[in-house]
């Protein structure tokens, strides 16, 4: 019986021990990767965190937690701490597993629409666009993006209109502009919708008129009433194209760019 009781002390000293090596292991490899790198420890979601979830219970969960990663790769907004005020946010959409949290991921409670939780004081408007117009696969739930919008505008003078680029044929009374819309909003939902576009025939007397199917997403997006009004007016009446932020991205509005000027170099 001694001898048993031996041996399994020894097993559970030899497995102690085991673990002790591979988590200072683990530990040196974190430190050899961010060798020479500025580190920070930031939240990073283990598992899905469902809108409504308080950040608090998400900590105490271990639904998010803490993970050390260099400060280049790190977002200015990166949520590094759950305080008492903070942990009572809650999250304003399902923040999906590996995800890096930033701060904007939770707020106070709000209206629900559905299933969607809405940031305080905020709406909620959908746009759909096209795969070029949305980065492809890129813009998530929790993205933040700037908004341009392509448009129409009226010449005085049609004749005075130099256009660049494609359409040089055109004699029409408008030139083409492309400016910034909004320059940093979040989005909260992304939902597939496939809508069907009929194109015909030149001579659309002929018979055989010409259909396809041109597949778009839908995108929620969370925005004040004036930034509503924007994005209504210019998903009615322009083409969107959303830019997705990169670390210390910050869109600026100006005069933007239009067919006599997209050449134009700039300084």
């Given at each position: 019986m001694t001898r048993r009781i031996v041996a399994a002390l020894a097993a559970l000293l030899i497995a102690l021990a085991g673990a002790v090596a591979v988590v200072s292991y683990a530990r040196a490899a974190d430190q050899r990767a961010l060798a020479g790198q500025e580190a920070v420890r930031v939240f990073v979601a283990r598992q899905e965190i469902p809108a409504g979830t308080t950040a608090a219970k998400a900590v105490d969960d271990g639904l998010m937690a803490e993970e050390l990663i260099a400060r280049k790769g790190v977002p200015a907004d990166a949520l590094t701490e759950v305080d008492g005020g903070y942990g009572q946010l809650v999250a304003t959409s399902t923040i999906q597993p590996g995800?890096?949290?930033?701060?904007?991921?939770?707020?106070?409670?709000?209206?629900?629409?559905?299933?969607?939780?809405?940031?305080?004081?905020?709406?909620?408007?959908?746009?759909?666009?096209?795969?070029?117009?949305?980065?492809?696969?890129?813009?998530?739930?929790?993205?933040?993006?700037?908004?341009?919008?392509?448009?129409?505008?009226?010449?005085?003078?049609?004749?005075?209109?130099?256009?660049?680029?494609d359409h040089l044929q055109d004699r029409h009374e408008y030139s083409r502009a492309t400016r910034l819309l909004l320059p940093d909003v979040e989005v909260l939902a992304v939902g597939a919708t496939t809508t069907t576009t009929p194109l015909t025939r030149p001579d659309s007397g002929s018979a055989g008129a010409l259909t396809t199917q041109d597949s778009a997403t839908l995108f929620t997006l969370a925005v004040n009433q004036q930034q509503a009004e924007r994005l209504v007016h210019g998903s009615r009446t322009g083409t969107l194209t959303f830019a997705l932020h990169g670390p210390q991205a910050k869109a600026t509005a100006g005069k933007g760019v239009d067919d006599r000027r997209l050449f134009e170099v700039t300084k």
């Open positions: 995800e890096l949290v930033v701060r904007t991921r939770f707020a106070a409670r709000g209206a629900t629409a559905g299933a969607l939780l809405l940031p305080e004081g905020m709406f909620a408007v959908s746009v759909a666009l096209d795969d070029p117009s949305h980065v492809g696969p890129f813009v998530a739930v929790g993205s933040r993006v700037a908004i341009f919008d392509t448009f129409n505008v009226q010449e005085a003078d049609p004749a005075k209109a130099t256009p660049a680029g």
